[in-house]
């Protein structure tokens, strides 16, 4: 059974940095690639960040390049997301993602997700 469990959310004011932590549990960790998606209220799920399932290619939404950086860590089936800069319109519910695409650093979300994570950054 596929589990997702993302950690690290939280508030911050702008400017300020959070790290957000997903455990993977479930399924060949080192062959999926893995995204954060987020979603803010009243708006639709969107792509932050992707990784392909050895790390060589990162995938970044425009709004974050610079700002956020990607990482896995397959020895520990964790990924995380490492944010600065941040900015009030980053605050959503952050959520960790599973695609068995593993070598596509692009591609539809699979059908596996986390439970979310808040994250508000306050001006």
């Known amino acids: 059974q596929v589990q997702l469990v993302e950690s690290g959310g939280g508030f911050v004011n702008a400017g300020g940095s959070l790290r957000l932590s997903c455990a993977a549990s479930g399924f060949t960790f080192n062959t999926y690639r893995m995204s954060w998606y987020r979603q803010a209220p009243g708006k639709g799920r969107e792509l932050v960040a992707a990784?392909?399932?050895?790390?060589?290619?990162?995938n970044y939404a425009d709004s974050v390049k610079g700002r956020f950086t990607i990482s896995r860590d397959n020895a520990k089936n964790t990924v995380g997301l490492q944010m600065n800069s941040l900015k009030p319109e980053d605050t959503a519910v952050y959520y960790c993602?599973?695609?068995?695409?593993?070598?596509?650093?692009?591609?539809?979300?699979?059908?596996?997700w986390g439970q979310g994570t808040q994250v508000t950054v306050s001006s």
């Open positions: 990784i392909t399932s050895t790390g060589s290619r990162t």
């Open positions: 993602n599973a695609n068995s695409l593993g070598f596509l650093a692009y591609g539809p979300p699979g059908t596996n």
